[in-house]
């Protein structure tokens, strides 16, 4: 294969990557397969004084049911959260270190049509009760109680003033002479897409029973009724593109379920499965609520099991060590920006072994391109015969036929990797950088009146400048030598641009990696190429 070849194989593929990787991800996970065994789906594979509440940040749909209901606020460093004594659950939860784009706490959950409240109780007697009083209440504590059918349930929350966790423990009382049979579902928080596409296609919810995580995404009428996974979770969760809520039962539990109410909004539960309850005995679960970003090292405090909540896909622990790495340079030099660049000057630097190998053959494989076409006229009609005399010839010269296009391959996992640590990490979000005020999107440095076709109206400087930086880097690699067939000198020019259209509305982040690894290897390039030149052939 001659060096023309090898760089269509190694940019097709990159590209063919690219957008294959979208393309899938545009698509739901692939459900779940169900099997029905009897009415359970099975998987195959008072009021207290009442803080002003914060100013709502987004407009979501609330239910259609209006109720009188008093609110309880607990304030902490991370959070502010807003109870309702209709369920005893969290109506509203505020975090107030992440702001949205108008400078206000982000809105992590708030009434959703046909969605319960994080941590509400459902189904049973214990489900659906609008009695609850405040019983208890201190700055970091608030407990509500309830009795219905004989049956008193006493909820109590526990926060931490410095911690994305929220302990429940739920008592359950039989104040009856009679034996009593109960159940419920434990609900963790339901997340919603409001921003598109973009942030739709990051809305699931996890379960972890034994070693295997189940994965599910929203897809409408699949989950209008629950789907129920027996066996004991260890924890279970719904995540967005930046945050995650992580609902962890301290005692062996039956089952989880999830579900859905719209094919834009996600929820899962802990069910409790049939707990007897003798005369005047009384039980008590416990659980502990994760709700915050989606960051392993935040939600690691739940214990060593959920690192596996948050998942990169296929180069996941490629994606970890980025992530990590990137997160020492950011505490080194305080800005992303700079650390995305001394990053990839590092795997660069890493790289540069192959990369010199790949440079000086791709310049061997020029210097003999004439030899290469004369054997492939006189042997086109045999192909076979072509191959062999053009290895033969590879060999001669000591030129590795795929050694141009390893260092480009091995780029590839890192790319991808990358790509997902940029798009869902939380901190790159509204990340600045020089004229960038979002590495996390796009760098729209101005924004035009009117629509361009494939561009839009936001006018991005980044792609263009690495796709300049593509084609200087194409050209110095072809030199000015007769050798250099027309074709590739066209595909110079065609590379760069296509390039820059695939970029133009990836995070600016990733493309400010990519132009720094283009600018690193122009460099190298001029370094390497002119100190040592291939042998006379």
């Known amino acids: ?45 008072q009021t207290s004084r009442v803080k002003e509440k914060p100013i709502q940040l987004e407009q979501r749909p609330v239910a259609a049911e209006k109720v009188s209901e008093n609110a309880v606020t607990i304030d902490t460093d991370v959070f502010t959260a807003v109870l309702t004594d209709y369920t005893a659950a969290i109506k509203e939860l505020y975090l107030m270190e992440f702001l949205d784009k108008n400078g206000n706490p ?56 410095n911690k994305y966790l929220i302990e429940l423990e739920i008592a359950i009382r039989n104040t009856t002479n009679n034996e009593k049979q109960i159940s419920y579902i434990l609900d963790s928080g339901v997340v919603a897409a409001n921003n598109g596409y973009l942030d739709s296609r990051y809305l699931g919810a996890d379960i972890l029973i034994g070693d295997k995580v189940l994965r599910k995404r929203p897809s409408g009428k699949t989950l209008a009724d629950g789907i129920r996974v027996p066996g004991a979770p260890a924890w279970v969760s719904t995540h967005d593109r930046y945050f995650s809520f992580v609902l962890k039962p301290e005692q062996r539990e039956e089952g989880a379920i999830v579900r859905s109410s719209a094919k834009k909004n996600i929820w899962s539960g ?118 062999k005399e053009i290895m033969e010839l590879y060999k001669k010269h000591k030129i590795n036929p795929v050694g141009g296009c390893l260092p480009m391959l091995l780029q590839l996992p890192i790319f991808m990797s990358l790509y997902q640590v940029l798009l869902r990490s939380v901190a790159l979000r509204g990340a600045h950088f020089l004229w960038i005020k979002d590495l996390a999107g796009p760098d729209a440095a101005f924004t035009i009146p009117q629509k361009l076709p494939l561009i839009g109206s936001n006018i991005n400087i980044l792609p263009i400048l690495m796709a300049v930086a593509m084609w200087a880097q194409q050209k110095m690699s072809q030199g000015g030598g007769k050798e250099v067939s027309e074709q590739q000198k066209m595909m110079s020019t065609i590379m760069p641009v296509m390039f820059g259209f695939i970029f133009y509305n990836m995070p600016s982040g990733l493309v400010l990696y990519w132009f720094t690894n283009t600018l690193f290897m122009l460099l190298i390039q001029e370094v390497v190429l002119k100190a040592r030149k291939p042998a006379a052939i």
């Not at 208890?136 to 008193?152: L, P, Q, T």
């Not at 690691?300 to 790495?325: C, D, M, P, Q, R």
Request: hydrophobic share 40%.
């Open 1 to 45: 294969m001659n060096n023309e070849k090898r760089l269509f194989l190694a940019i097709g593929l990159s590209v063919l990557v690219i957008l294959g990787y979208q393309a899938y991800m545009k698509k739901h996970v692939k459900p779940y397969h169900i099997q029905k065994k009897d009415d359970t789906v099975v998987l195959a594979e």
């Open 270 to 387: 802990i069910t409790s499965g049939a707990i007897i309850l003798a005369p005047n005995q009384t039980i008590t679960r416990n659980y502990i609520q994760y709700a915050g970003p989606s960051d392993i090292e935040a939600i690691s405090e739940l214990g060593a099991t959920a690192e596996k909540v948050i998942s990169y896909g296929f180069f996941h622990v490629v994606a970890k060590v980025l992530f990590k790495g990137l997160r020492i340079l950011y505490h080194v030099t305080g800005n992303y920006g700079v650390s995305i660049i001394l990053l990839s000057l590092i795997i660069s630097l890493l790289m540069m072994p192959l990369t010199k190998k790949s440079l000086h053959s791709m310049k061997a494989m020029q210097k003999i391109q004439p030899e290469t076409e004369q054997i492939r006229k006189a042997y086109s009609d045999n192909p076979q015969k072509m191959n």
């Open 106 to 161: 982000t809105l992590l959950t708030g009434p959703v049509t046909g969605a319960p409240s994080l941590l509400a109780i459902e189904e049973g007697p214990v489900a659906q009760r609008r009695d609850w009083k405040v019983v208890n209440k201190s700055s970091m504590r608030v407990a509500y109680k309830s009795i219905a059918s004989g049956i008193e349930v006493i909820k109590s929350y526990h926060f931490y003033n």
